[in-house]
């Protein structure tokens, strides 16, 4: 799985070249044999090294301020998306849905590394949702509207439908 | 020892047990003392209260009802308690819906269906303590007779609907007394789900109402449900019999199943066995064949579909149509929605206090509908669930999510909770569904949806006794039980179409309800036989 989010990473990055992957350990973190220095293993870490490889370090956030809530939602990303319950799934819908309610973007009004990751680890979630809970976290299934759409970003990932007029708008049925 | 030395022990004994058994009679006799005097005061006091109660004659439980006697007394209806009548005396009938003592006044709160209206006893001249007392300990739900004068009020009394006049008691009889402990409070009956939380209030279960039904059925929801119940019926025999039809009966115990044998109840039948009706399908059919051109029917059928849903009920009441046509079964359709609306409009207009009434229980929407009734063919709806992400096949059966998630989009698109989905694809359809001539994997067949759930199937029939027999076999149906039907239609059977409506369904749909149980009266489920 994160092998295939950074090979569509660096398609959107525009690297010419595609790089070689292993992975290491039981949860198949991913690593880079950097052909001039030590290995760099993490999601988060080559993700990184990628965008500036591209020369594209605005993608880490331009302003302190920015940086650092880039890398916020980036821990997020593989602390929280991962073996996730039920009751998990709800928290974090509930959580990106109340946070993008007056955001663009995670970063708030730029397009960051942040949104792609956040992207790619939170479409199977969406994927499997019904359209009236679509409805019901209409903040993040706007913005994740946004980012399938977003020029370079879907990659490897098929498009989910999101209605763009809300349907259930009584209290019953 | 001697006899005198015996004798004179015993003497002994005798005087020691003498002295004993004196004291023990001064005490009795001393009690018995008491015992009289209490009594006697007792009595006294009994006597003075009797004596006291100068309105003895104006209360009390009456002998039962058995129709001894013609009382010359017109009962007031609750509803008709309007500030008109201020000042009147009147008699009334009613139930005795709560009942408060505060001091020497007792307020009681009287119902009569789903109206009610405060009632005073107050001591005075024309009540005495006693008569305040008692009415403060008749029972809930007990059925009494009063006399009252009426008085306006000068504050609205919020919680009755007769909220300008309370009734000052003269006179109240308990003509049926209810036992003291009820199953359910009828307030807790009526209360919206999650409005008492806060007050830690109850509310009643569905099955604890309908283990109880005969008391569910006093609330004033249950009371609004029914009555606009009877309007549908009502309101749909009124316009097809204007439409020209005829009013047919059934029978219900058949020979063979209607619409696959999967669902259906045996029942022994002497030497042999017999089905309940699915639905009066083939006889409204044979009498079309027999000339009667438009009929109509309204009785029971029965499923024997072991879904627990909340939608699904073993026996309701269906209202079934079949009309012969000119050229086009859209004809049918359209006399059928036509009734539909004619029933939604009669119902908007004529039972407006019904609706708010279970409006408060059960807050909902106000039911939307088009003229003409939007209709819309099978391949248009499968395209807007495939445009909203549903993954389906284009001659798949629509699931029920789907059927609900479909009734939305119709309603953002269009605005409308009521509409046809016609040309259904063949495959799901029964054996007699007339084929469609331009693409055979399709039929002349259509549903018709409230809110998004189904109330009607329908379609144009097979009335070819060829074409008939060669569905039936493609169905692999036994010939042999079908041909009396077949038979119908082979001496010249006029092109015809028709539908099924569940009535429970109808009401549940129109006021918005979640559960068909509310809107059958003796709801029967694969796990409910009884009341």
Partial sequence: MALRELSSLEKYLGLKKPNKYSTQGEKKVPVLQNSNGPPLVGLVTIACYLVKDAKRSELLGDSAESRAVVQQWLEYRVTRLNNLTKDD???????????????????????????ILMYYGIQPLIVDLAIQEKEQYVNLTRWFDHMQHYPGVRRHLPPVVVLRNRIYTSRHH | MTKEEVQGATEEEQQAQSKKAQKKQQKEAEKAAKKAEKQAKLAAEQQTTEEDDFAKDQYGVSPMVQSQQKLDRALVRVQDLTPERADQLIWLRARVHTSRAKGKQCFLVLRQQQFNVQALVAVGDRASKQMVKFAANITKESIVDVEAAVRKVEQKIESCTQQDVEL??????????????????????????????????????????????????????????????????????????????????????????????????????????????????????????????????????FRAEDSNTHRHLTEFVGLDIEMAFNYHYHEVIDSITETMVQIFKGLRDNFQTEIQTVNKQFPSEPFKFLEPTLRLEYTEAVAMLHEAGVEMGDEEDLSTPNEKLLGRLVKEKYDTDFYVLDKYPLAVRPFYTMPDPNNPKYSNSYDMFMRGEEILSGAQRVHDAQLLTERAMHHQIDLEKIKAYVDSFRYGAPPHGGGGIGLERVCMLYLGLHNVRQTSMFPRDPKRLTP
């Fill in chain 1, 89 to 115: 799934v709800k928290t974090i819908l509930k959580e990106l849905n109340l946070y993008l309610q007056d955001k663009a973007y995670l970063a708030e009004n730029q397009f960051t590394l942040a949104d």
């Fill in chain 2, 168 to 301: 000052h008691v003269e006179r109240i009889f308990v003509i049926s007394q209810a036992e003291p402990r009820l199953p359910l409070q009828l307030d807790d009956a009526v209360r919206p789900d999650g409005e008492g939380e806060e007050e830690g209030r109850a509310t009643v279960n569905q099955d604890t109402k309908l283990d109880n039904r005969v008391i569910d059925l006093r609330t004033t929801t249950s009371q609004a449900i029914f009555r606009l119940q009877s309007g549908v019926c009502q309101l749909f025999r009124d316009t097809l019999t204007n439409k020209g039809f005829v009013e047919i009966q059934t029978p219900k115990i058949i020979s063979a199943a209607s619409e696959g044998g999967a669902n259906v109840f045996t029942v022994s039948y002497f030497k042999t066995s017999a089905y309940l009706a699915q639905s009066p399908q083939l006889y409204k059919q044979m009498c079309i064949c027999a000339d009667f051109d438009k009929v109509f029917c309204v009785g029971p059928v």
